[in-house]
T-cell receptor
Framework: AQSVTQPDIHITVSEGASLELRCNYS??????LFWYVQSPGQGLQLLLK??????LVQGIKGFEAEFKRSQSSFNLRKPSVHWSDAAEYFC?????????FGAGTRLTVKP | SQTIHQWPATLVQPVGSPLSLECTVE??????LYWYRQAAGRGLQLLFY??????ISSEVPQNLSASRPQDRQFILSSKKLLLSDSGFYLC???????????FGSGTRLTVV
């Protein structure tokens, strides 16, 4: 079965600074990869997804992610973080009948 | 457009009481449906998924059960809640043959 690892439980960045959230996956076939964001007490909102083609994908809210097959990674990036980006971020890989999530990375944004 | 409804938003139940959480999807037919649980400080754990009416697959043996009495209705139940059942429960759906899930807004369950 597929699995996802998010090495960073909690990250703090200053507003305006760049951001990179790490994600490593394990899956025997072509991975279908996703990044979701969750505000406190809310459901998950899709930021972006990768199925095939260009390995750099653009998402909503200025986020992008790069798929690197050689490293089994799908890291999320944003050039300049806004205070409203404070939330929990989940990387996920979809298999045949289910989607597996990482443990999440909580992002704190300092003024 | 497709929407997913999940209720209630919050629930406080005593240990040993029954549970029923409901999820309905509008604007699509024959969706795949999922129940996830998110415990405090942890990621999302898949509990059940369903590819059709009456078809339920369980990922983790536990105190919970799921049913799909109608095409776009997915119910999570328990006969007797445990303290360990506390958490945030999320329903999701996907289109058969497509990729990606859409999530409901979740139910915060506290068992006291």
């Amino acid at each position: 079965a597929q699995s996802v690892t998010q090495p960073d439980i909690h990250i703090t960045v200053s507003e305006g600074a760049s951001l990179e959230l790490r994600c490593n996956y394990s899956y025997g076939a072509t991975p279908y990869l996703f990044w979701y964001v969750q505000s406190p007490g809310q459901g998950l909102q899709l930021l972006l997804k990768y199925f095939s083609g260009d390995t750099l994908v653009q998402g909503i809210k200025g986020f992008e992610a790069e798929f690197k097959r050689s490293q089994s990674s799908f890291n999320l990036r944003k050039p300049s973080v806004h205070w409203s980006d404070a939330a929990e971020y989940f990387c996920a890989v979809e298999g045949n009948n289910d989607m597996r999530f990482g443990a999440g990375t909580r992002l704190t944004v300092k003024p | 457009s497709q929407t997913i409804h999940q209720w209630p938003a919050t629930l406080v139940q005593p240990v040993g009481s029954p549970l029923s959480l409901e999820c309905t999807v509008e604007g699509t037919s024959n969706p795949n449906l999922y129940w996830y649980r998110q415990a405090a400080g942890r990621g999302l754990q898949l509990l059940f998924y369903s590819v059709g009416i009456g078809q339920i697959s369980s990922e983790v043996p536990q105190n919970l059960s799921a049913s799909r009495p109608q095409d776009r209705q997915f119910i999570l139940s328990s006969k007797k809640l445990l303290l360990s059942d506390s958490g945030f429960y999320l329903c999701a759906w996907s289109v058969v043959g497509a990729r990606g899930y859409t999530f409901g807004s979740g139910t915060r369950l506290t068992v006291v």
